[in-house]
Structure formats: structure tokens, C-alpha cells
């Protein structure tokens, strides 16, 4: 397995790519960030395009926000789609964002700024410890 270490400035100027995708595909009011890593993309894409950051919410709690289509899921990486998956059964009208994307994972987001080969591993500058095989769901 390959790994990249992304800068701080690398994965700001992906998120402001990212920023130009969103504002160019439709009206967003409202990011919910996918914990804990799509809480710094989210918290950048917040402040460049002035759209709140929703709440964090439990899933059980999702309907009320079900149905709404101005709503962007963001994450830093989709590395083979299954949390996406799950989340778009709870959020199927919203638009699914990531700066970088895996191979596997790349048909699950509706918009992308970088995608890598299945056997990079990105190591992100808020968690240079993290080896391949130690990242959750």
C-alpha cells in the first residue's frame, strides 16, 4: 500500500475546489459533516461559502432533515462508499461531497475534486499517527 500525506494547504485548496463544485451545482443551506473527519473539510467549505454547519445528529433523528435537497453530506474521503451508502438511505435528496475519493468509493459522491487508486492510503495532517487498516466505518 502506498501512502500520501497530505498538507494542511493541499487538502485547504481541495476543499475551496470543492467549494466552486458545490456553489456551481445547487443552492445548499445546510452542511452535515460526517464524524470526524468531514468536520474540517465541512468547517472550511462553512466559512467559504457562509453555509451553517447543522447539528451533529443521531440517525434516529434524521427524518426530520430527510427531504430536504439543500442539504451537502461532507466527508474528508470515501474510501469504498458503505458510509455514504447508509447515509443517503437516511438522506436520499442530498448532495453527497468529498475532496478526495478511493477508486471504490467514487461512484457513491456526487461530487469529488481528487480521486486516488483503491491502494493509496491518505494520511490527513489532522492525523499523521493513522496507519493503513486503523480507520473505522
Known sequence: ??????????????????CAKIAATRKINLLIPVLRGG???ATIISHELK??????????EAPRLSERSDIAVIDEVCDTGHTFTVL?????????AVPYAKAEGA???????????QDVWLTFPWSPNQTPGARGM
Open 39 to 41: 468536520l474540517i473539510p
Open 1 to 18: 500500500m502506498r501512502c500520501v500525506e497530505l498538507s494542511w494547504q493541499e487538502v485547504h485548496q481541495a476543499c475551496l475546489r470543492l
Open 107 to 117: 461512484n457513491h459522491c456526487d461530487l469529488i475534486v481528487e480521486v486516488h487508486a
Open 51 to 60: 453555509i451553517p454547519i447543522g447539528p451533529s445528529i443521531a440517525i434516529s
Open 88 to 96: 443517503r438511505r437516511v438522506f436520499p435528496m442530498a448532495l453527497f
